[in-house]
């Protein structure tokens, strides 16, 4: 077994043990709201939003993004479970936008083994074989956390398997402060018609 394997089945074992009546917590989200957020590592949506187990939904990609899954994410989050608000909430220094779609297709033309940066940009290792299927996928990279997140925002509210009466709210997530920043426009965008 790896060490990350090791700690993490350790930790699952300490939580467990103190897990007490979690296991009746009901199905839908006790606050009725979801979070559309990054997979970023240094985000914790239940300390930068104060949630605790069975409070809301929180669903993360790569930057935030409003990709068809996260939509499809939000919308069994009304249909079927409830929700009545949804936060999208991207942050400063992703690494979404660290590159481009046409650097992440060539970087996988070229390798599927993993990338570095420095200041004259990505590398590949060269190593092993790369694969076209990289030219198929919208990457979802971001140019501007403001304009991505009004763009997500807008995206969400337009689409047509979302209600109109649901409200989505637009953040910003500073890694340097902890503290969400409102994005009015897209906030406004998201206000119920």
Not at 12 to 22: E, I, T
Not at 181 to 187: D, H, W
């Amino acid at each position: 077994m790896s060490k990350i394997l090791n700690e993490v089945l350790a930790a699952n074992r300490a939580y467990a043990n103190d897990f007490g009546d979690k296991g009746s917590l009901p199905l839908p989200p006790g606050r009725s709201f979801a979070i559309l957020t990054c997979m970023d590592a240094r985000l914790d949506p239940a300390k930068y939003a104060g949630l605790s187990e069975g409070d809301a939904h929180v669903i993360r990609n790569a930057g935030g993004r409003a990709s068809d899954d996260a939509i499809r994410s939000l919308v069994i989050s009304y249909k079927l479970l409830g929700t009545r608000e949804w936060f999208v909430i991207h942050h400063t220094n992703c690494g979404m936008e660290l590159f481009t779609d046409d650097i992440m297709r060539g970087l996988l033309n070229s390798s599927l083994k993993t990338a570095s940066i420095d200041a004259d940009g990505w590398h590949d290792c060269c190593e092993g074989h790369g694969s076209a299927e990289g030219n198929y996928i919208d990457w979802l990279t971001i140019k501007e956390q403001t304009a991505s997140v009004l763009e997500d925002v807008t995206r969400i509210k337009n689409h047509p398997l979302v209600p109109s009466d649901i409200p989505v709210y637009g953040y910003i997530y500073d890694c340097a402060s902890g503290r969400l920043i409102e994005v009015p426009a897209a906030t406004e965008a998201g206000q119920v018609s």
